[in-house]
């Protein structure tokens, strides 16, 4: 019976723990993509609303209604600020995420090398003893003749 690798229960765990990584790791570029989706419809609006308020300023506009332009255009530019802020929020975790992914690989990378090379190293060993007992047959056969 094969040796088993005395490491296989650390190997199976970094494993899981890799791929539970690269599953929060597409989580968190799908939040950021989202977030980033977000701004860019916010300054979309933005331009839009800067563009319908300077066609109404050209035909004419009461102070009522500038002022209203301008508040509407404050909120908008606190909404690009906050969603900017979650944008670079979202971009870190995704970062932290990715280097979280990179080191578990690593380590699964090393542990299947550590097998690799278990596996290798009970292959020869068979090898041998299988050598060993074909030429002790041979003997035999030589002797027996």
């Known amino acids: 019976m094969a040796e088993q690798f005395r490491l296989q229960s650390i190997l199976d765990l970094s494993v899981t723990r890799m791929d539970e990584a690269a599953r929060a790791l597409a989580a ?3 939040s950021e993509q989202d977030n980033t ?3 860019d419809m916010l ?3 933005r331009n839009e609303y800067q563009g ?3 066609a109404a300023a050209r035909s004419g506009l009461t102070p009522n209604q500038w002022a209203n332009y301008r508040a509407f255009l404050a909120r908008i530019d606190d909404a690009i600020c906050h969603q900017q802020r979650q944008v670079e929020r979202s971009r870190d975790l995704a970062q932290a995420g990715q280097r979280e992914w990179l080191d578990t690989r690593t380590r ?3 542990f299947e090398t550590l097998s690799d ?3 290798a190293g009970v292959a020869r060993k068979q090898a041998r003893a299988e050598q060993r007992v074909n030429d002790d047959r041979s ?3 030589v002797n027996d003749d």
């Open 37 to 39: 989706r977000k701004l």
């Open 117 to 119: 090379r278990h596996h």
């Open 108 to 110: 699964v990378k090393a």
């Open 43 to 45: 300054e979309q609006y």
């Open 139 to 141: 003997g035999r056969q």
């Open 52 to 54: 319908q308020f300077m």
């Open 28 to 30: 968190l570029m799908a």
